[in-house]
């Protein structure tokens, strides 16, 4: 069966929603107009709504025709990226430096359209709550899915198991990936100081060289990776900023490292840590440097459970084109790892089309493609009717 008929009869209002969040995006924490909009439509409809969870959060509650015990929570995202748009179609951000860059913008627009049929037809037992979540962009223990959770979003709202998805570019529209198990990595971020006194250039004997040391430092990270995981396990460090030096004749005194490390089995990411540390240590010593590190996990892996993963493939089937049961997993990290930490469930990749000409995920040229709409919409009501009958 392809997509819900009674869905796709109101895809032009669909794109309507999804071209008004895209031409007016807000940034982490500031979805108060998304969050209205979201609110006024569930309300609309007969939805019981709840603003303010986790900041600018939305739930919403919908009982089936039917009494059941079961409750199911579908999640999206509503948060915008600070990026300067470049598209000029008329629905392009009203709003410079704000850009719904990774597409949440269609996953609001998604769940409001599962909302609004499930609310139309309740042809389920039990209860759905429709999670809207602002700050996935920001992540991390600061980020929307963890504070929704420390607000209290689990107890306050029954969810015996999560769904949400992320489109993903380079997929077809009416595909749609899946994968039961570790599906995103967890991410960590490290800062690196390495210290001296400072020296005039051309008297580096006078000191220790951070300039030279960091440089050290950034080739004997990779050996992480290289030498102290285990080949068949997957790690990524990468060092994405430095900081360091302001003349050409000046040894600075300090320069500072920061990168991210993405992993997915514990054994990998416990022993990144140490080994950072470890590294830091030797190096800094070799050349008589001075270093401070400090550590932070981020992200949890993103990992679904095996049944909710079944469930998820038995509702994508239903509604897609084509579904992939074994995609290539992905070192990007997905704040719902929270989620699914809280609670059993299932995260899923829906194809946004093409992936050329800027069509990536948080560039400034990408848009996110109105034809998936009525996909993702038919797969959470699909998810609601199959595991709440
Ligand atoms: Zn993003
Ligand atoms: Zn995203």
Same mark, same amino acid.
């Given at each position: 069966?392809?997509?819900?008929?009674?869905?796709?009869? =109101?895809?032009? @209002?669909?794109?309507?929603?999804?071209?008004?969040?895209?031409? /007016?995006?807000?940034? +982490? %924490?500031? @979805? %108060?107009?998304?969050?209205?909009?979201?609110?006024?439509?569930?309300?609309?409809?007969?939805?019981?709504?709840?603003?303010?969870?986790?900041?600018?959060?939305?739930?919403?509650?919908?009982?089936?025709?039917?009494?059941?015990?079961?409750?199911?929570?579908?999640?999206?995202?509503? $948060?915008?990226?600070?990026?300067?748009?470049?598209?000029?179609?008329?629905?392009?951000?009203? +709003?410079?430096?704000?850009?719904?860059? *990774?597409?949440?913008?269609?996953?609001?627009?998604?769940?409001?359209?599962?909302?609004?049929?499930?609310? @139309?037809?309740?042809?389920?037992?039990?209860?759905?709550?429709?999670?809207?979540?602002?700050?996935?962009?920001?992540?991390?223990?600061?980020?929307?899915?963890?504070?929704?959770?420390?607000?209290?979003? =689990?107890?306050?709202?029954? *969810?015996?198991?999560?769904?949400?998805?992320?489109?993903?570019?380079?997929?077809?529209?009416?595909? !749609?990936?899946?994968?039961?198990?570790?599906?995103?990595?967890?991410?960590?971020?490290?800062?690196?100081?390495?210290?001296?006194?400072?020296?005039?250039?051309?008297?580096?004997?006078?000191?220790?060289?951070?300039?030279?040391?960091?440089?050290?430092?950034?080739?004997?990270?990779?050996?992480?990776?290289?030498?102290?995981? $285990?080949?068949? $396990?997957?790690?990524?460090?990468?060092?994405?900023?430095?900081?360091?030096?302001?003349? %050409?004749?000046?040894?600075?005194?300090?320069?500072?490292?920061?990168?991210?490390?993405?992993? !997915?089995?514990?054994?990998?990411?416990?022993?990144?840590?140490?080994?950072?540390?470890?590294?830091?240590?030797?190096?800094?010593?070799?050349?008589?440097?001075?270093?401070?590190? +400090? %550590?932070?996990?981020?992200?949890?892996?993103?990992?679904?459970?095996?049944?909710?993963?079944?469930?998820?493939?038995?509702?994508?089937?239903?509604? =897609?084109?084509?579904? @992939?049961? /074994?995609?290539?997993?992905?070192?990007?990290?997905?704040? !719902?790892?929270?989620?699914?930490?809280?609670?059993?469930? *299932?995260?899923?990749?829906?194809?946004?089309?093409?992936?050329?000409?800027?069509?990536?995920?948080? +560039?400034?040229?990408?848009? !996110?493609?109105?034809?998936?709409?009525?996909?993702?919409?038919?797969? =959470?009501?699909?998810?609601?009717?199959?595991?709440?009958?």
């Amino acid at each position: 069966m392809p997509i819900i008929n009674r869905i796709a009869g =109101f895809q032009d @209002e669909m794109t309507e929603w999804r071209h008004h969040l895209h031409a /007016n995006p807000e940034l +982490s %924490y500031q @979805e %108060y107009a998304t969050a209205k909009f979201v609110a006024e439509k569930l309300r609309a409809w007969g939805i019981e709504v709840t603003e303010g969870v986790g900041g600018t959060g939305v739930v919403g509650i919908l009982r089936g025709n039917v009494d059941g015990e079961r409750a199911i929570g579908l999640r999206a995202d509503m $948060d915008a990226l600070a990026i300067l748009e470049r598209n000029v179609f008329d629905h392009r951000s009203r +709003s410079d430096g704000v850009m719904h860059a *990774c597409g949440h913008d269609g996953h609001t627009t998604m769940l409001l359209g599962a909302a609004r049929y499930l609310a @139309e037809t309740r042809n389920f037992a039990g209860r759905v709550a429709f999670i809207f979540q602002p700050a996935e962009e920001m992540g991390g223990a600061d980020g929307g899915a963890a504070r929704m959770i420390r607000e209290g979003l =689990f107890d306050r709202f029954q *969810c015996d198991e999560i769904y949400g998805l992320h489109n993903w570019p380079g997929m077809d529209v009416g595909t !749609f990936a899946v994968k039961a198990g570790p599906m995103m990595a967890s991410g960590d971020s490290f800062e690196i100081e390495v210290l001296s006194k400072g020296m005039h250039a051309a008297q580096p004997h006078k000191g220790a060289d951070v300039i030279l040391t960091a440089g050290h430092l950034i080739v004997a990270l990779q050996q992480i990776s290289a030498r102290n995981t $285990d080949p068949l $396990d997957s790690i990524v460090v990468s060092a994405t900023q430095i900081h360091g030096g302001d003349a %050409y004749n000046v040894l600075p005194n300090k320069v500072i490292i920061r990168g991210t490390v993405r992993a !997915f089995s514990p054994q990998a990411r416990a022993a990144a840590e140490p080994a950072i540390r470890r590294i830091v240590d030797g190096i800094t010593s070799s050349t008589g440097a001075s270093s401070t590190v +400090s %550590y932070a996990q981020q992200y949890p892996t993103l990992v679904n459970s095996q049944a909710a993963a079944k469930s998820a493939e038995a509702a994508a089937l239903s509604i =897609f084109n084509r579904v @992939e049961t /074994n995609p290539p997993q992905t070192m990007i990290v997905e704040d !719902f790892a929270f989620m699914l930490e809280g609670r059993p469930g *299932c995260y899923g990749w829906i194809g946004n089309g093409p992936d050329d000409n800027g069509r990536i995920l948080h +560039s400034a040229w990408f848009d !996110f493609n109105d034809e998936a709409l009525p996909f993702g919409a038919s797969y =959470f009501a699909a998810v609601v009717e199959q595991q709440l009958q």
